[in-house]
């Protein structure tokens, strides 16, 4: 067929010379690339013990945001559950009452609030979307359980702990102890 | 023996009496993927194939009608799963040719080094399975370290590994992060030491040459009458890639050359899409150099200039009334979106990617095509395997780069 550019470049497939057809040299040659990959660094990382270091930017499980009084920063707008291309967040919204502002940051709060990690695609979207600094994807990935009930995470497991009352717990989570 | 088992009558001078039909796939260890060939085998010989599709069938194309613009960028993650950044900024691109978005050249750039390191990976996937599938394991093994090093590269831009839902419609989410520059950088330094090794493993090694030589050979007509692109494409003779005959992304700003080979066997494709790492890892080279140019304001550029479609910065979405308002708008898909018709494609890890989308103005596609080149692929299986040996039908399915999720969609 005649060039359709004048880019193409013909691959190398000239026919093996007498010396590469030579079985011992040959196997030698791969011998040696084979001992020498024995004495290199081991990249491999012995999970669960050892984890390799994340970007500060990795998607992984949803945690609920607090701000710095401990109060849920959350509002039930809905617009995680809006972008989530999995359909994975479920919601209810409650109005906030008096004496409940050490709680909740807004005066509406989310009153259930779940993340069903099955449906989840860890995409992101919902941390994108969220216009109230609540949700974030954690550098925790790996959820296990025995039944599927349990992957449907609520708010007693998606929120950090409190700043305040649980400072040590806190930092712990964020791997500062 | 009784008659119906005659399936296919053999020829004579044939040592079996009768075909035996194999099963490969759809879960089998050879096939990577979910494939299923009904082989009618003569012995080791195959007589007939016949190629099944739709066992991950999830209906993207369905999917993505319910779905504003944004939202279907996940879905096309799960088409070439091995290359999904290219997938994904294929997507943007039609997306952004629909809207009438127009990239800044940083954003172009940057876009071309990601598609270029995750055509790396996808061809290193690719010719280090041929590897594996002609009796070299080692070989995949040493490689895949170094996928890992690309995909961390994602990860610092995206957060996630494998189906990176990166960038956004008229640019990236983010910018790139020191950390991501030099980890490229490094990459840029390391992988040319290691592609050497690799090739110096397989190239010129005769079982491995003598075992792809002349398996699954397709001529030039043959593959464009299937409609053949990418790779497979070029290992037969064709010089067409989607990259120089319609540049997107501004890849006429770049300089490289399309390998190709002559007869379309397992070994034109490994040593086509050889060749190819080498010019993507080139390209990367000069996208990077490109971007070190920019100077001042436009070297902070990494999306384009349009509050309708690109989300406002975080920190003005708290404070100020406006940005929560487009905010709102973007998030719920309620921005204007014009009613077109595009056609959008782009060099994807094995082949022409094409996305046609039909818009009636809603919020959601009104009608969504992808054109997957593994679909394509498969149909000229049968045709590739027949009369040859078993052992060498697993070699072409792989050489073939079919990846079942592309396949299906
Ligand atoms: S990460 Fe994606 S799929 Fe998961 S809950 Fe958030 S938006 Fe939904
Ligand atoms: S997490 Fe954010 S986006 Fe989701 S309901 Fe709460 S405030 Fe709204």
Not at chain 1, 15 to 31: D, N, Q, R
Request: charged residues 25%.
């Amino acid at each position: 067929m005649q060039n359709l550019t004048h880019r193409s470049k013909d691959v190398d497939r000239r026919p093996l010379s007498l010396w590469e057809k030579m079985y011992i040299p040959s196997v030698a040659k791969g011998m040696s690339i084979t001992f020498g990959h024995m004495f290199k660094k081991v990249p491999t990382i012995r999970y669960p013990e050892e984890t390799r270091p994340f970007s500060p930017v990795f998607r992984g499980l949803h945690v609920l945001n607090r701000d710095e009084e401990g109060r849920e920063r959350c509002t039930a707008c809905g617009l995680c559950a809006v972008a989530c291309p999995a359909e994975a967040i479920t919601m209810e919204a409650a109005e906030r009452k008096a004496g409940e502002e050490n709680l909740y940051r807004e005066e509406k709060y989310a009153a259930r609030y779940e993340i069903n990690m099955l449906r989840c695609i860890f995409c992101g979207l919902c941390e994108e979307a969220c216009p109230k600094d609540a949700i974030y994807l954690s550098e925790t990935f790996a959820p296990s359980n025995y039944a599927r009930k349990g992957f449907i995470y609520g708010k007693e497991d998606l929120l950090i702990p409190d700043p305040k009352t649980q400072a040590s717990d806190l930092a712990a989570a964020k791997g500062q102890e | 023996m009784q008659e119906h088992q005659h399936n296919i009558k053999l020829p004579d001078g044939s040592i079996e009496r009768q075909t035996t039909t194999l099963n490969l796939g759809p879960t089998h260890p050879a096939t990577h993927g979910v494939f299923q060939n009904i082989l009618e085998m003569d012995g080791e010989r195959v007589v007939s194939a016949e190629s099944t599709v739709g066992y991950i069938h999830r209906a993207f194309e369905k999917l993505a009608e319910r779905r504003p613009l944004y939202q279907i960028t996940p879905l096309t993650d799960r088409l070439n799963y091995c290359s999904s950044p290219i997938n994904n900024m294929g997507w943007h691109m039609t997306c952004e040719k629909l809207l009438g978005v127009v990239t800044p050249k940083r954003v172009d750039y940057m876009r071309v080094i990601i598609m270029e390191l995750a055509r790396i990976a996808d061809h290193v996937i690719c010719n280090s399975v041929i590897g594996v599938d002609a009796g070299a394991l080692s070989v995949f093994l040493y490689v895949m370290q170094y996928r890992e090093r690309i995909y961390e590269i994602y990860e610092e831009i995206c957060g996630s590994r494998l189906t990176t839902n990166i960038g956004r419609i008229g640019g990236f989410e983010r910018n790139f992060t020191p950390a991501a520059w030099s980890k490229l950088e490094s990459f840029l330094d390391e992988f040319p030491k290691v592609m050497k090794e690799f090739e110096n493993l397989l190239k010129r090694n005769r079982i491995f040459v003598e075992r792809c030589v002349g398996a699954g050979p397709i001529s030039a007509e043959r593959a464009l009458n299937y409609g053949f692109t990418g790779p497979n494409l070029r290992a037969a003779g064709v010089d067409y890639d989607v990259r120089v005959h319609t540049p997107y992304s501004s890849y006429e700003d770049f300089d490289f050359k399309i390998p190709v080979g002559t007869t379309g066997d397992v070994y034109d494709r490994w040593l086509v899409r050889n060749e190819e790492i080498w010019e993507s890892l080139s390209i990367v080279r000069q996208a990077y150099e490109k971007i070190q140019q920019f100077k001042g304001e436009e070297a902070e550029v990494f999306h384009a200039n349009v509050p309708e479609y690109y989300l406002p910065k975080k920190q003005d979405v708290y404070t100020k009334m406006e940005a929560l308002i487009w905010h709102f708008k973007i998030i719920m898909g309620e921005t204007a979106i014009p009613a077109g018709e595009v056609y959008h494609s782009v060099e994807g890890g094995n082949g022409e990617l094409g996305f046609y989308m039909i818009s009636d103005g809603g919020r959601s596609p009104y009608r969504l095509h992808f054109r997957r080149p593994c679909f394509i692929y498969y149909q000229a299986y049968p045709e590739l395997v027949k009369d040859s040996m078993l052992a060498d039908a697993v070699l072409v399915l792989s050489s073939l780069n079919l990846i079942a999720g592309e396949m299906d969609a």
